[in-house]
Every structure is written in C-alpha cells, then in structure tokens.
C-alpha cells in the first residue's frame, strides 16, 4: 500500500537563462506516498506553486527529475499527465453549464456521452450541487464554485488531485468547512491530494505530511506533530504556529539531548536528528509560548524570574510578555483560569517555569 | 462630490453639444429626409414618396447600382472572414505567443495601416498590383480589402483577448484537452464577443471603402462608393440619398450589433 505516488528529486527550476536567471526552487528532493494529504506550505514567493504547476505540466524543470507512480512524466505535457488541478480562482469555463465544466474532462478523454453524463451527476451530487447542474458559474457563489472546480478536477478520476490555495478565496465559516469537506472527499476517494497553501493553521488541520517551503528551498517534510514539536530550523519554527526563538549558548551535548546556557541558567533540550552541534557555540532554540508556565510572585533560588510587560486576553487563553532581566523577552500562553494569571499587571514580578521536553535547538 | 463633476454642468456643455450634433448629424438627417421627397430637385420639398426607392430598386440605372451591391456585399463578406480569420491568429501569437523578439514592432506592423494615410496605401497598393502583373479587377479589390481590414479586425479581438486569463486554457489543458481542443473549446468561445465585433467592424469598413477601391479596381467593375461616385459626378439625382439612407441603416444596424457583441459575456468573465 505504502506506494510512491510522486517523486521529486533535485528539481532546480530557473526563470531566464544567464546571468538574470532567477532561481524559483532549489534542489527540492521528497517523496508523496500514494493516498496521502500532502501540503506544500510556505510564504507568498516560496516556489510552492511553481512547484505545484511543475507537477502538473505548466512549468518545465531546470534539472532533477519528477516521477508519477515510477514513472518520468517530466516530458508530457499537462493533457497527457494523470493529475489534476483545482486552480486558485477556480478558472471554471463561463460559457459551459455547470454540468458542462465537470464533463469536459471525460469529453476530452473520449468517453461515451451516457458515462459523461453519469459520471458527472455523481461528482455534483459529491459535492452536493446537484441541482445546479444546468445553472452557469456566473450563477454561483465562491464556495459553490469551488466545489464545482473540485468535481471537475476529480471527475476524470485523476491520480493525483493538485489544490492551488484553493480555500484562500472564501471567507472564514466557509474556509472551515471546506477544510472539513475536503478531508472527507479525499478519504472516500482515496486518492493523493497535493495541496498548496500559505496558511499554517490550515496546513496542520488538513495534512498528513506537511513540506515547509522557504526561498525556493525545502525546510522540512513532515508530519504535522513532528513540524510543530520538532521545527528543524529557525525559519520552520517562526513559521509554523506561534514560538519564542532565543539565542543560546551550547553547553554539553549528550545522545538524550544538549544543555544550555539561557539567560543566566542552564536548560536542558532536545536536539533533532542528524543536527550538529558543538559545545560552546551560540544557537537559536524554540520555546512554545504554550510551554512555559507562570507563577506569580519571584521565587528564590535558581528559578527564571521575569517582569510581566503585557497581557492580552485571547478567550480561554492568556499571552503574557515578559522581560527577563537579561532583556531577552519571552510570551508565554496560559489558561485565564490559571491560579493568579488573571491578576497580573505590568510591572508584576513572575516565576517562569520552562517544559524541557519540548524545546528544542534549532540547526539554521 | 459626483455632482461638482458632472460634466452636464460645465460651463457652455449645452451650446457645444449641439453645435457638434448638428455638425456631425445635419447633414446625414437631411440626406434621410429628402430621401422620401417627390421631387427631382435635391433642395426643394415636393412632398412625400418613396419613388426614389423604387427608381434604386427598379429604375434605369437598377442594374448598375444592383450589381456594385453584389461586387460590394460579397467582397466585404469575404475580406471580413479573411481578415478576423487572419486577425484572430495574430491576437493569439501577439497575446498568448509569450515574449519574443521584435514584438513591439510586429504590434507596430499590423496597427500601421491605422495610421499610413490611405491614399498611400491606395497608391503603393495599386504600384505593387502593376508591378506584379496582378489586375483582375474583382481580386484585385478582394486582396486590397482582406489586407487593410486586417487591423480594425484585430483591435477588439487583441481587446477581447488581453482580458480573458490564460488559466481557462491551463484548466483546459489540464483536464487532457489537446491546444486545439483548448483553443477551439475554451478559448475562442470565449473570444467570441470580440471576433465578432471584429468582424463587422472589418465589413463595414470594407463596405465603405472608396479610395483604395477607386485606385485598384481597374476598368468595368464597381463597388457601391465607386458606382455612387460615378453617379454623383453626373449630378446628384435624388436616388444617390435613398442608396445612402439604406447603406446608412445598413451600417447602424452592423455598429449596433457590433456594440453588443462587445459587451457580451464582459459583465462574467
């Protein structure tokens, strides 16, 4: 089962040639496993949806290869590809019924008219636009046209289905429920899904594995629990969700994990995989504000002590900044209904108590 | 705000707006009236009647005058398919063909003839038709007309175009059309709007074309402008303004429909 749906290896993609070629993605090597949730996530500029249209045949590669099931598709333009796309803006055709658009596919194909016909009912009635069949899409609204998209993307059962930011165009409710949507279609279907997005907290609902994208270069593949607790780098883990990243000096380095000098006292941390590191050099390290507990009131003996400098009420949750006396500034988040939280004021003197099992030393 | 810049309310707005409606309307409404005046003076009212009409369509010079129609409404016809066929092709690579050498001079090339007076065109045209030995009278006119239509077909087709995204042919492509499926499925429907205001924009002008027509159609064969030319050079007889009523209203109707054909779909792309 665990079949290798797509394979990228060392893609470079340049745009111009000489000495104005800009490079849009950088030796990108990872595997997408056949019935996977994968996700390409990064900023606006990333190369995320320049690698997307490489997989579907509108850019072509500089060098490296692209497999689909095995197979070298990087010379086959997009009609002959097995993959389909759901465009950012939907791209449905205007001058088609709705019914029309989710036909084209199989049109184009050849099939024979009755299996278009029926094939393309039961893709609307998937995505519950049954009786929108006969109306235009300039009839219709964002999100019954992006479900619309889906259907015709998924119509000529493809092998693998590409999403372009395709939820980036809806408002909030509507985003929510199409994640949930999405998820469920995917899994009835059981075919991979590439999904590109910008969007972090969408990136972690939906995926199985997560590829953070920075720079045209890959910062991590992963799955959302690993991405989050496990941040390789500076960069994934400011990315992803919301951090404290300090600078610290490495003490001792252990196989269980390192030790480390931060603001006067020493913490201990996890180190990842195949991360070198050396005693006595300076490193940046992630510290959850989830993570760090606050006890009002500055204990004695060797406990972090901070002053709290602002408070924001978040509903269920507190953030509070604080300054340590070395004037590194750290935000913590704890529940409003913590002992004392609630009363805490600028200027208040707290005890700062960090989780060691989940910081972690980032390589750069 | 909208209110202090209405233009209704600039100074003289009124005065210049009529003097400009006359001008430009006067005459043309002067020529439809005494088109139905039962009188063979072209100045004096004699009354009501619609027996220039008849003399365009029965009379003496019927034959003439029926006969530069055909020559008139074939030739415009077929320079008009000719030159949207051509102009769609041109819009295409122009628009689509992405960045390549010396597009900024073929955008000069094929707009050129908008702007080289005509009468050049006319002569060089007519030059080059001697030289070749080409002077079939008919053809001769057809290939003059197909050539300068080109460029009025090709402005609201490149138009057209330049607003419709590339992501249609994309999604096309990518749900396994082939690039003419794509373009004849998807793209040029969607063009549709705009190859047909090309189209009658290029037959109309073709229709009217007087000068370049004068020059290379050669002896024994005339258009509509060069029979009523003819005509008029004899004195205007009152059966000149019927035939321009009619080929007035002709070209009302043509720019109406090319109106709409403009607006078509643009309201949901």
């Known amino acids: 089962m665990n079949q290798t749906a797509i394979d990228i290896a060392g893609v470079t993609k340049f745009y111009g040639s000489g000495p104005d070629a800009v490079r849009a993605l950088h030796d990108i090597h990872f595997q997408i496993q056949h019935n996977e949730f994968f996700t390409l996530l990064g900023p606006s500029g990333c190369g995320k949806t320049t690698l997307l249209r490489i997989i579907g045949g509108f850019e072509d590669i500089s060098e490296g290869t692209l497999r689909l099931f095995g197979e070298d598709i990087q010379n086959l333009p997009p009609n002959r590809r097995p993959v389909n796309t759901v465009f950012q803006h939907y791209a449905l055709f205007p001058h088609m019924s709705i019914r029309d658009n989710v036909g084209f596919g199989l049109k184009m194909q050849g099939r024979p008219p009755e299996e278009i016909r029926r094939r393309s009912d039961q893709m609307l009635e998937l995505v519950r636009l049954s009786e929108y069949a006969g109306r235009r899409p300039s009839q219709l609204s964002g999100g019954q046209k992006q479900r619309v998209a889906l259907a015709r993307a998924l119509a000529p059962e493809p092998k693998v289905l590409l999403l372009d930011e395709p939820l980036s165009a809806l408002d909030l409710k509507l985003r929510q429920s199409m994640r949930h949507e999405l998820k469920q279609i995917r899994e009835e279907l059981g075919i991979t899904f590439i999904f590109v997005t910008h969007d972090q907290e969408e990136a972690l609902i939906m995926s199985d594995r997560i590829a953070v994208m920075s720079h045209g270069a890959l910062q991590q593949v992963g799955t959302p629990e690993e991405i989050y607790n496990h941040p390789l780098n500076r960069f994934v883990a400011d990315f992803i969700g919301e951090t404290n990243l300090v600078e610290v000096q490495v003490r001792e380095i252990s196989d269980s994990g390192a030790t480390v000098a931060f603001a006067g006292h020493t913490l201990a941390c996890s180190v990842n995989e195949n991360q070198a590191h050396e005693p006595g050099e300076i490193a940046h390290m992630s510290i959850r504000p989830e993570h760090i507990g606050i006890t009002p009131g500055e204990e004695k003996g060797d406990a972090l002590r901070a002053t709290v400098l602002r408070k924001i009420f978040l509903g269920t949750d507190i953030h509070v900044a604080c300054s340590l006396p070395t004037g590194e500034e750290l935000v913590a988040r704890v529940q409003s209904t913590a002992a004392g939280v609630a009363a805490l004021s600028p200027g208040d003197g707290v005890t700062l108590d960090i989780d060691p099992h989940r910081i972690v030393l980032l390589g750069d | ?269």
């Open chain 2, 1 to 269: 705000m909208a209110r202090k810049t209405d233009i209704r309310h600039y100074q003289g707005f009124l005065p210049m707006t009529v003097l400009c409606m006359v001008l430009l309307y006067g005459p043309l409404i002067i020529v439809m009236v005494y088109s139905f005046n039962d009188s063979l003076s072209i100045t004096r009212w004699g009354g009501f009647s619609l027996r220039w009409y008849y003399d365009v369509f029965f009379g003496l010079e019927a034959p003439k005058f029926q006969k530069a129609a055909f020559n008139s409404f074939s030739i415009a016809t077929m320079a008009a398919i000719t030159s949207t066929t051509i102009a769609v092709a041109a819009a295409v690579g122009m628009i689509r063909g992405g960045q390549f050498r010396a597009k900024t001079a073929s955008f000069a090339l094929i707009s050129l003839p908008l702007m080289v007076p005509e009468i050049v065109t006319a002569v060089a045209t007519l030059i080059f038709f001697t030289t070749i030995g080409f002077t079939a009278g008919y053809a001769t006119i057809l290939v003059a007309h197909i050539v300068f239509c080109i460029p009025f077909a090709y402005l609201p087709i490149a138009a057209r175009l330049e607003g419709i995204e590339n992501i249609y042919e994309e999604a096309a492509m990518d749900l396994y059309a082939s690039r003419a499926q794509a373009f004849f499925q998807v793209l040029m429907p969607l063009m549709l709007p705009g190859i047909i205001s090309g189209f009658l924009l290029a037959f109309v002008i073709s229709l009217d074309d007087f000068i370049i027509t004068n020059f290379v159609k050669g002896a024994g064969i005339e258009t509509l402008p060069t029979a009523i030319f003819g005509a008029v050079k004899q004195g205007i007889k009152p059966n000149i303004m019927a035939i321009s009523t009619l080929l007035l209203l002709l070209s009302f109707v043509f720019v109406t429909l090319s109106w709409f054909a403009g607006r078509m779909g643009s309201k949901n792309p």
